[in-house]
């Protein structure tokens, strides 16, 4: 699991894998109109060896000033003499991609965004950032679990080098700052439940309602005391027993935290999420919560943590949560969004 938005140093255009036959891809049309464009292509150069180019000043006969609206792709590559030239809006030019490139598939398809439930799309969003949170979970416990293990080797001589990775007090440095980071992703993810879905959970069933409040409550001081056993790691002396049984300590509370939100989890999406589309919004209602659910969520959907999030997902279930973003009716800042990623 896990993609690689963000990872890159390089812009979209320099994504280009060695030893493989090239395909240049060339969009005409502003930044704003060909940024989802552009993710898509990201999304296929993990198979095929893509280089994208965005011409901006010039759209040919094509060209319109409409923003909705991307002039033209123009694909070009060492198997084909000829440029192949699509014009129109974003869903034509995704289909001719899906078409011209067909692995991995673009998860939805033309008129999805028209067709899709925004309930659904609401439950989507809400199990999507549960399947990053999950995944960075557990790479912190794997991660932890191997600072156990390379110290219990060493015999406590946790000041010596491993070139690969430094030493063990950087190691825990940065694995507290990825900690903080799952962190702001989870407590937002927390207040977006509480704020927007629980007042409809209530209505249904105020009983179930009451205990998902109450196992919130419970979860914030256990995250927040893992933060400070972080923090604690990081000042012993990481040759002594002393580190060793923090150390050790901490792991086995990051594996039951772990346990505690894999079944949190499981849950929501089999017990609470089911009375979203029970709830028999109206159209009005129903974009307003996928709207609200989105600005609450303010900081997991800037730049750093948009991409942290984004890198807990498999390609396709980062390119199905950028789809339900872009079904907010706020395009401005969706579009914002997605620039975020190249």
Not at 22 to 35: E, K, M
Not at 55 to 66: I, K, L
Not at 205 to 213: E, M
Not at 323 to 341: F, G, H, P, V, Y
Request: aromatic fraction near 6%; include cysteine.
């Amino acid at each position: 699991m896990g993609i690689c938005f963000g990872k890159q140093k390089k812009s979209t255009a320099e994504i280009v894998p060695q030893n493989q036959p090239t395909t240049t891809v060339r969009l005409y049309g502003s930044p704003r109109s060909t940024a989802y464009i552009r993710v898509a292509l990201k999304y296929k150069a993990a198979a095929v060896s893509l280089r994208c180019v965005v011409d901006d000043t010039c759209g040919g006969d094509d060209h319109n000033a409409n923003e909705n609206l991307v002039a033209a792709v123009e694909v070009a590559g060492s198997s084909s003499p000829q440029t192949e030239r699509v014009s129109g809006p974003p869903s034509t030019l995704l289909q001719f991609i899906d078409t011209r490139f067909p692995h991995p598939p673009l998860l939805l398809q033309i008129g999805s965004a028209e067709t899709t439930s925004l309930v659904a799309a609401v439950v989507k969003l809400t199990e999507l950032q549960h399947r990053s949170m999950t995944w960075h979970l557990e790479r912190l416990v794997r991660w932890t679990t191997d600072l156990v293990t390379r110290q219990n080797k060493r015999g406590g001589r946790g000041g010596e080098i491993d070139p690969t990775v430094g030493t063990a007090r950087m190691e825990v440095r940065k694995l507290g700052r990825s900690y903080t980071q799952l962190l702001e992703l989870m407590l937002e993810h927390a207040q977006m439940e509480e704020r927007l879905l629980f007042p409809i959970f209530n209505f249904a069933d105020p009983r179930i309602c009451k205990a998902a409040n109450e196992e919130h409550a419970r979860d914030l001081p256990i995250m927040n005391g893992i933060k400070e056993d972080i923090k604690s790691i990081e000042v012993i002396d990481n040759g002594s027993p002393a580190y060793q049984e923090a150390l050790s300590n901490f792991s086995k509370r990051l594996k039951s935290l772990q346990e505690r939100y894999r079944q949190h989890f499981l849950e929501e999406e089999r017990e609470l999420l089911p009375y979203m589309e029970a709830a028999e919004l109206n159209k009005e209602q129903q974009q307003r919560l996928l709207d609200e659910c989105v600005d609450v969520m303010q900081e997991s959907h800037s730049h750093n943590l948009f991409i942290f999030l984004l890198q807990g997902l498999l390609p396709h279930e980062a390119m199905h949560y950028l789809d339900l973003i872009s079904m907010c009716s706020n395009k401005e800042r969706t579009a914002s969004m997605l620039q975020m990623i190249n």
